[in-house]
């Protein structure tokens, strides 16, 4: 996802997109981003990612929650892994591209650039960019491995929750294969650039402030991608008797939406622009490829998906979170509206994924 929400203040916990402006207030770079040429000038540093600014908690589930989760392993083997595909019947990035074994190869490339001439470099940007972000795989996985509970406690442990984490990384990993040699053998874009802003992401890892408990992170994962949602989707219909309050699955929601849902690509950042995932997703949100309304569109999904208007016999601070989660989608609609306004004032700036060629935000 490209969605930059971190723009118009909603009540101190929610914004949209803009177009062009400084560094989200959230980050900051450190040693990297000096004046001049900063890739020159910090050779000799020791790398120094991005770093978050937000006081990081760490482990706020208690103790008996992560029992709770622990005593799931049946549910998720019967719940969860019947949702994975055996690997025989997915794709792979082969079957989209020219077949480097066939005699036919160097024909089928040549019709390949043939028609990269004709991509505007604007889709270019926003597709090198998904690129990126689907190739910082390693960061996404270790983060679902710092959830208490279910996480993968030895890389190869053969309990549900980690048989899950890992195929779905498996999964994954075709995605940014075959964006990666699309691109390489299109002759569009500059893959040095590209190869170095993913080493940087990757370095700089992410903190979406799951705070290792599972409810928020499969919150947010359920934003990031809808095969990871089936834990959360499911989760609210376990029994009471199981230790599942439903008041705290949607108290855990609303504290997600007031954190804002980061996206994993948040600290992108390519040697040159300190601005670059702001840049990235402002052209993607122009383009039309993922906008505020696709956000809002997923919250919906999930608020009917889980039933939250229909709870009743909520504590005061869950009925608070319900009120809050349930009336958020049409308020981030009309800040978009807002946000369309300024977007036909936005600048036109160069990118180094495609030679430094300029493309407007």
């Avoid at 997109?17 to 540093?45: C, D, H, I, Q």
């Avoid at 807002?338 to 407007?360: C, D, E, L, M, N």
């Amino acid at each position: 996802m490209a969605l930059k929400l971190n723009s118009i203040s909603l009540q101190s916990s929610f914004s949209l997109p803009r177009m062009a402006s400084p560094r989200s207030p959230k980050f900051f770079m450190v040693s990297t981003l000096s004046t001049g040429n900063k890739e020159v000038e910090n050779l000799k540093k020791p790398f120094t990612p991005p770093r978050e600014v937000h006081v990081q908690i760490t482990h706020s589930m208690p103790p008996e929650k992560i029992e709770v989760f622990k005593s799931l392993e049946n549910w998720a083997e019967q719940n969860i892994l019947v949702h994975l595909k055996p690997v025989q019947k997915c794709w792979q990035p082969r079957d989209f591209l020219p077949d480097p074994a066939s005699e036919g190869f160097d024909e089928q490339v040549k019709e390949l650039r043939d028609r990269a001439k004709k991509i505007p470099d604007d889709y270019y940007v926003v597709l090198v960019g998904d690129m990126i972000t689907e190739e910082a795989l390693p960061t996404y996985q270790t983060m679902l491995n710092t959830l208490d509970g279910v996480r993968d406690e030895t890389g190869a442990s053969l309990t549900s929750w980690a048989i899950w984490t890992r195929a779905w990384t498996a999964e994954e990993n075709r995605h940014g294969d075959l964006l990666n040699k699309y691109l390489y053998l299109s002759g569009r874009v500059d893959m040095r650039q590209i190869e170095k802003t993913i080493q940087y992401l990757i370095g700089s890892g992410m903190d979406p402030r799951t705070e290792n408990r599972p409810y928020l992170g499969f919150i947010y994962t359920s934003f990031q991608e809808r095969e990871l949602s089936f834990p959360m989707v499911t989760l609210p219909g376990l029994p009471r008797s199981m230790g599942i309050s439903s008041w705290h699955k949607y108290v855990a929601f609303a504290d997600m939406m007031k954190k804002k849902i980061s996206m994993p690509a948040h600290l992108m950042y390519d040697g040159q622009d300190d601005n670059l995932f702001e840049h990235f997703s402002a052209v993607a949100q122009r383009l039309g490829i993922y906008t505020a309304k696709d956000y809002a569109d997923i919250l919906e999904f999930l608020v009917g998906r889980w039933q939250v208007e229909k709870l009743t016999g909520l504590s005061a601070e869950g009925r608070k979170a319900q009120e809050y989660v349930c009336t958020l989608p049409p308020r981030i609609r009309r800040l978009q509206e807002r946000a369309q306004g300024r977007a036909k004032q936005a600048p036109t700036i160069p990118f180094s994924w495609i030679f430094g060629r300029k493309v407007r935000l």
